[in-house]
């Protein structure tokens, strides 16, 4: 029976009948070492091949490639020896891919499933908990069609649909939805469809309202960090990385814009030195500036506000007190802000335009017709009704996990990532 045992192939699909009993001694280069199977049946239901495409040892080793090229080459044959020869070979993410069920039989991939769920459950949680009403927005959207056109597109943002909640007497509301972008996403941030967790609320004073709602996803990680600490650090043993610093609750570190660039230019390193305070920053400034706050503010979490208007979308307030060329200058800067983690951008937010011809006044300012297909619809909904004054924001859940968990790509973090050239599985 042990000789047959033995020649079962590893990851086949058995059912045993077994009695526990304590070891003698602790089990070693076992997670359960202090009781032991005494087997008396064993049955095996489905095999494994003798071959596997990907080892669980490999396939718990951290991804070493996450280059979409090659794809459509065989599986099995391409995993690749890391750089160290210590323990089972690691594998590039296609490998990762080409063997789904092995991919996510690694611990560490379920360990990053089950937090990514509870980042989501708990955003959800906490919205509900004040006073967000849940929607779903579409995400089919049409192309302005003559005659009834059969083209559609794929949502690249809930944005204008959380605004129509609002027009249509919605105080507070959110979705968790997917969106597509049909970009370049061979970048460890970027993918073609992502999961957005997004809201939108009414303001009733100012816009720092939205900003202090939207600094409670600390409450996601504070809330992920108490109850996954096990998970976390099975994480960390594949993918290392630092404790990660959060500001205590009143500490939250908030920077203008300016402020932002001053600091790069005064401190960061020396190509930063002349860099403008109406030009939107690069993912090396945004990494540079990230290390500079950790440094001095001792926090990885952060707020970057008052953005120029030249890097937000037509729908962004104006700030009115800055905009008249006060203190910061000529250079008119938006009631927008982003956030921070680790150096990284998890989430965009900020005050939009309620006003119809404001609206239709900034459009034409950025270039765009405002009777443009989508747009004119979208315009038209401000004219329908007298929209209150709101903002919110857009987080995604992908980057969230990714940074949070210090993993080397947001591929990492979704189940099924998705790029220009990887449709499958
Ligand atoms: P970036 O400048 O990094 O491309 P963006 O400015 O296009 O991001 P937004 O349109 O503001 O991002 O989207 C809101 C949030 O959605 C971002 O903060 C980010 O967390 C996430 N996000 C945006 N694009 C992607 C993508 N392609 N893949 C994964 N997450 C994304």
Redo the contacts with the bound molecule.
Sequence with gaps: MVRWIAGINPESFVVIEAGVQRPIEPVKRCRVSNFELRITRCYLLAPAPVILGMTLAAANRPVVDFNDEAIGAKAGVREEEETDKEGPPAASMLVHLDNIAMHKRAPVQQAIADIRMEMKHLFRSYLKARGFKEFEPPSLIGAASEGGSNEAFLA??PQFYKQFEIAGGRKRVFSIAS?F?A?N?NTP????E?T?LDLEMEIRHNYSEVLYLLEGVLYIFRQVHRIFKDEIELVRSVYPSSEILLPEPGQEVRLTFTQAQQLLREEGPAEFRHVRDDEDMT?PQEKALGALVRQKFNTDFYVVDKFPETARPFYAKLDDTTAAGSAEGAVKVTNAF?MFLRGQ????GGQRINHPNELEARIRAKGIDPASPGIDGYVQVFRQVGVPPHGG????L???VAWYLGLPS?HLAAYYPRTPRRLLP
Aim: hydrophobic share 30%; net charge negative.
């Design positions: 690249q943002s969106v972008r970009e996403s941030r970027h993918m073609t992502f957005g993912t982003d951008e998890i989430l965009s924001g857009g987080i995604g992908d980057r969230i947001v």
